[in-house]
């Protein structure tokens, strides 16, 4: 695959800015995503406020192959996710006929309440994201993927969606730990940077009682540049005498 194909992710939730919650779909998706060959290129994390939903959803749809939104497709008041995208798209949110027959059957009619009939609330248009895990699905609406914030149910709704996603180009990575102050490596690898194409490199610092060194991530489309990017930062810290690790390739 040559094509790049990008994404965004809008991460929906007071729980979230308040730092009760802790946000593990990031990394998550940003992995997933890299597996079918497609790049998490931004992430906004919104309050549930509709008019910050909207705006963030329609920013990103335009700009992004695919946006994902995690959160606020429960039943409490505070979900308006699902209000928030219909609005984003100027249409009507509505009961779908097949979410709601999915949770009748499932809870039943005694225990099928008002609140958990709003998990049935899709946008018109909108197509559904089946969930394994506890029933209430998510929906599609063009570009736009709406799933749970509950790790485990937005993890189970990505591998029903990943037939509709279109593939890329895979990005692959590869770590030296070397170490040494982040100061005395940055010549290296500007050295790189400037003699290889196509490749991306970040440098990450640690500090221990120990130690002192960074961990140096190299990026690319492309594993022979990664390897040519590898072997010419090796080669600077062999003649700077700096002592390195290499670590696991992604």
């Known amino acids: 695959m040559t094509q790049t194909v990008s994404a965004s992710l809008v991460v929906i939730g007071d729980e979230i800015l308040s730092g009760r919650t802790q946000d593990t779909n990031t990394s998550y998706l940003a992995k997933w995503l890299n597996e079918c060959g497609i790049q998490l290129s931004e992430t906004r994390t919104v309050p549930d406020i509709e008019a910050e939903i909207v705006a963030a959803v329609n920013a990103l749809r335009a700009r992004y192959d695919y946006v994902f939104t995690t959160g606020g497709i429960g039943p409490t008041h505070d979900d308006i996710t699902a209000e928030s995208i219909s609005a984003a798209f100027g249409v009507p949110c509505q009961r779908h006929p097949e979410a709601y027959a999915r949770l009748l059957a499932y809870y039943g009619e005694k225990d099928f309440t008002e609140a958990r009939q709003r998990m049935t609330r899709v946008p018109e248009g909108g197509v559904l994201i089946d969930n394994s895990v506890s029933i209430a699905p998510g929906f599609q609406i063009e570009n736009v993927f709406v ?50 194409d196509d490749i991306s490199i970040g440098s990450y610092p ?26 010419a930062l090796k080669g600077f810290c062999v003649a700077c005498n700096y002592k ?4 696991a390739s992604a």
């Not at 509950?150 to 070397?178: C, F, H, N, Y």
């Not at 640690?206 to 072997?231: L, N």
């Open 206 to 231: 640690f500090y221990s009682e120990k130690s002192v060194g960074a961990q140096i991530v190299i990026r690319s489309h492309d594993k022979a540049a990664i390897a040519r990017a590898m072997t």
């Open 147 to 196: 799933m749970a914030g509950v790790p485990k149910v937005m993890q189970a709704m990505l591998e029903t969606i990943r037939p509709r996603l279109k593939a890329g180009r895979k990005v692959w990575s590869e770590t030296l730990i070397v170490y040494a102050p982040e100061s005395r490596i940055a010549p290296g690898l500007e050295a790189v940077l400037d003699g290889i």
């Open 244 to 247: 390195t690790e290499v670590q």
